[in-house]
């Protein structure tokens, strides 16, 4: 069982401002105290009419209320710095452990800081405006979007983490069976590209050279004009085409390309803020692929034989679950579309939780 902690006078104003405004559930999860604390704390408070608790034995607090709110503050002003660090920052004469319990007493704790492409000032401005001008689109709006993207699969790279039961000691620590192996040295990799429109699967196409500007329209010339050509023909008209600001999609010759092809095929395209995967919901497409090869044929990173017997079999994996992937699947991301521009303004362009 977990220690209880007493409410600081900061925590009880922050409960006593929010009565009657929002329920007890809500006040814990937007405070970060249990609702079982916080219901305590509202029954006491009407039936003592004050904020004060009772006098009770133990001892004495080593921390006084303003050095509480300072360590908190410093820690969120640098949220990267070490436990000794920040009793270096605060110079409070505590030990680590009391300002772990001071920062757990308000819901702070260390976590492993999510992954993102790198955003700067300017970067955050332009998805700001492009999430300001893209507001008013709906959810059959998106679906009529053409979402596209490459992904490097590497035969070697599961990322799944393996999860197993044991005591903590060196000895259980390091027996076979609870060792997750990794190979040595630079597996086999491949390059594919792909795209999808509302709840219909394009082409996934192998690549295996450089992708150049050259490379890249006779990509799209091979595989993107017949889907949309097919697309046409089903009846899907208004299709938007969609990329990401890599290099060879930007060149002057793809853009040239694209735009007598758009003319030509009946289709626009769409200027993409940069560093931007949490807007295209391909990027889950990949994960699901790629979570799904792993799963699906645990084997993947010990297959043996040539490059070339290797590099078809995975091909052959690859192909095989990409026609697998559902159309509930594909639904559900275009009904991500609406929630994930909100996410954006509501970040100002900076990082989202897509």
Request: aromatic share 8%; charged share 30%.
């Amino acid at each position: 069982m977990s220690k209880r902690h007493e409410l600081t006078d900061y925590q009880k104003g922050q409960i006593e401002g929010r009565i009657g405004m929002m329920s007890h559930t809500k006040i814990g999860e937007e405070l970060g105290i249990p609702r079982r604390t916080v219901s305590s704390f509202v029954q006491r408070l009407a039936e003592r009419e004050s904020q004060e608790n009772l006098p009770r034995l133990g001892r004495p607090r080593k921390t006084s209320e303003s050095t509480d709110r300072y360590i908190v503050y410093a820690a969120e002003r640098d949220t990267s710095q070490t436990l000794k660090e920040l009793r270096n920052t605060t110079n409070t004469g505590i030990s680590i452990q009391t300002i772990r319990r001071r920062l757990d007493e308000v819901g702070i704790q260390k976590w492993r800081a999510k992954q993102r492409p790198m955003l700067n000032s300017h970067h955050a401005a332009r998805r700001y405006k492009w999430a300001k001008e893209h507001k008013h689109l709906t959810r059959d709006d998106f679906a009529f979007i053409l979402y596209t993207d490459e992904t490097l699969v590497d035969k070697d790279n599961d990322s799944h983490t393996k999860l197993v039961f044991r005591r903590q000691n060196k000895d259980e620590k390091y027996m076979p069976k609870n060792i997750q192996g990794k190979k040595k040295g630079k597996g086999l990799s491949q390059m594919v590209w792909g795209c999808f429109i509302g709840n219909k699967l394009g082409p996934l196409v192998f690549i295996d050279e450089t992708i150049t500007k050259h490379v890249y329209i006779q990509l799209l010339e091979q595989n993107l004009l017949p889907f949309i050509d097919l697309l046409h023909e089903t009846g899907i008209h208004n299709i938007v085409f969609q990329q990401d600001n890599a290099t060879p999609h930007c060149a002057r010759a793809t853009q040239n390309w694209l735009k007598a092809a758009a003319e030509q095929h009946g289709f626009t395209t769409m200027e993409f803020p940069p560093n931007s995967p949490d807007l295209n919901p391909i990027e889950h497409v990949w994960a699901i692929l790629k979570a799904e090869l792993y799963r699906r044929y645990p084997d993947t990173m010990y297959l043996k034989g040539s490059e070339s017997m290797v590099r078809e079999e995975l091909r052959k994996r690859l192909n095989e679950i990409w026609w697998d992937i559902g159309e509930d699947v594909l639904n559900r991301l275009i009904d991500s579309m609406p929630n994930r521009i909100q996410a954006v303004l509501k970040a100002r362009g900076w990082y989202t939780e897509y």
